[in-house]
């Protein structure tokens, strides 16, 4: 009996399970996608290297002095564009002096600036300090006036093409003197790329018929610039037709004595270079009938040159500003536009 109650028990489970849909199979794992097989290490990627922006910049500009109002306006260029950006501007006055030049660079290479952007007072004698920069892997842009040290010594220079300024000088006394005459010319400082691209620029242009009878420096500075015109004006009394005077603040001491010695705006025919507020009141004066422009205002471009500079990118080894004549026809018309 026993038997049969066991047989049935287990004849029973039997069909239930049968009933039971069958368990299904556990689905299979699908098979493994290819992932890398556990040896091949992921590919680790570079870290972009780190873009500076303005705010990593710190420049240094040991500028040369304060004795125009071109060179107001050029350090007011470079103080507003810094603070406008947020780059750390190292700013010295150098008071026209280039020892004092070289020392404010030593001081900046010193303090491991990034960049330095030097407005050279005079062309010579910048080896040293370019050598030093450059071992301490601190690029150099020059900045206006140029220097003697060869290209390899500095990573790029902006300014004026000077020859071109002094060239287009001498078509205005050309024009002015059509039949020739006597002139001086009160230079800017000596050695300095500007009174030195200008004089040259100068003379290869002007008329055979126009002389020029004598020349001295008047240090681009109002004050010094009066009494060279004063002495000239004993020397060569009657004599003078023309001046052609390399900025505007000598032009404006230089008029002082001519006024002082009783001659009448359009005596003497002045070509002078800047393009300063100053000179266009000379014009709309009388005094000054033409002035050759000269820009200042080159912190913004600058500054970008420095950031690419701090990002390895680029830059162009030679940027050289454009600019016009000035005359005085629209010189009052212009004169409340003019932002140096
Ligand atoms: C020229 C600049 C000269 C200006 C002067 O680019 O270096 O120096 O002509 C300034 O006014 O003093
Ligand atoms: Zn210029």
Redesign the pocket.
Known sequence: MFKKIAFLIVLASMILTACQPAATEAPAVPAATDAPAATEAPVATEAPAKVYTYADLTLCYPQL?A?????TA?TASFKETAEQLGVTLVFSDAQQKQENQISAMRTCIQQGVNVIAL?PVVEDGWDAVLQEAKDANIPVIIV??SVSADKSMYAAHI??D?VLEGQKAALEMNKLLPDGGKIIELS??TG???AVGRAQGFREALNANIEIIDSQTGN?TTAEGKPVMEAFLKKYEGQIDGAFI????MAIGAVEAIKAAGLKPGDIKIVS??G?RGGFQLMIDGWVQADVE?N?LLGPQVMEMALKLMNGEPIEAETLTNETVYYPDNAAELLPTRQY
């Open positions: 002095g004795e125009s109002d071109w060179r050029n407005p206006d006036r300014g004026s000077m800017g400082t300095s790329g500007a681009f390399h900025n505007d603040n270079v800047d300063t000269c200042p």
